[in-house]
């Protein structure tokens, strides 16, 4: 079937806008996941999705950035008053099961200006 | 939590040289290891993976064994190909779900 997909896959936006980030995972996935790719920071973990569970937010950087997952299937990631620092490739990945495999979509790229 | 630690690139080979990323994690217990690879222009993919000590990891000709005693994860290569040409990531995974990446390594393979 297909794989995870993100979109937009690019965004570009002016400091302090609003921006949504959105994720389609894996049909099936229980358990959805967002990391950031930035040059400074790498890759790193901001969130996690699991069933109906509370999700695991520890990774998220301020309190500007939020996520919600509807239904138990598409996820968006919100980040309120853009910074030019937030600029990255946001990645989204799935997985069957917390434990398995998890699969990666193509990004989006946010640019701040 | 997880911390990993790879060789910095960028690394530039030719065609059928021999690869190798360097590797090694800082983790409580035993955890999963991966290495990703991302090709120019495209998403993270699961090059190879493995969840024990002493496991190989192997797939499209790469390799890599989990060595407990030296916390080491490292990739390799026999015979790198234009087509390698990519960013390798190592990443760890404990009894959570997080993963936690290296720095990644650019590599470029040259006709």
């Known amino acids: 079937g297909a794989g995870v997909s993100q979109s937009p896959s690019n965004k570009v936006t002016e400091k302090g806008k609003d921006v949504e980030l959105r994720c389609d995972p894996i049909?099936?996935?229980?358990?959805l996941y967002w990391y950031r790719q930035s040059l400074g920071q790498g890759l790193e973990f901001l969130i996690y999705?699991?069933?109906?569970?509370?999700?695991?937010k520890s990774g998220l950087p301020s309190d500007r950035f939020s996520a919600e997952r509807t239904g138990g299937s598409v996820s968006t990631l919100t980040i309120q008053r853009t910074q030019q620092e937030d600029s990255a490739v946001y990645l989204c990945?799935?997985?069957?099961?917390?434990?398995?495999?998890?699969?990666f979509g193509p990004g989006t790229r946010l640019l701040v200006l | 939590g997880d911390s990993v630690t790879q060789m910095e690139g960028p690394v530039t080979l030719s065609e059928e040289a021999f690869l190798t990323i360097n590797c090694t994690y800082t983790?409580?217990?035993?955890?999963?290891l991966f290495w990703y690879v991302q090709y120019p222009g495209e998403g993270l993919q699961l090059l190879l993976k493995?969840?024990?000590?002493?496991d190989k990891g192997s797939n499209k000709g790469f390799e890599a064994t989990y060595r407990k005693e030296t916390t080491s994860f490292h990739l390799e290569k026999g015979s790198v190909q234009v087509s390698d040409s990519a960013v390798y990531f190592c990443?760890?995974?404990?009894?959570?779900?997080?993963?936690?990446f290296g720095a990644g390594t650019t590599v470029t393979v040259r006709a």
């Open positions: 493995a969840t024990k000590a002493d």
């Open positions: 983790a409580t217990g035993y955890p999963s």
């Open positions: 990945a799935s997985s069957g099961q917390p434990q398995e495999t998890q699969y």
């Open positions: 999705f699991q069933g109906n569970s509370a999700p695991d």
């Open positions: 990443a760890s995974r404990s009894n959570d779900y997080k993963l936690s």
């Open positions: 049909s099936g996935h229980t358990a």
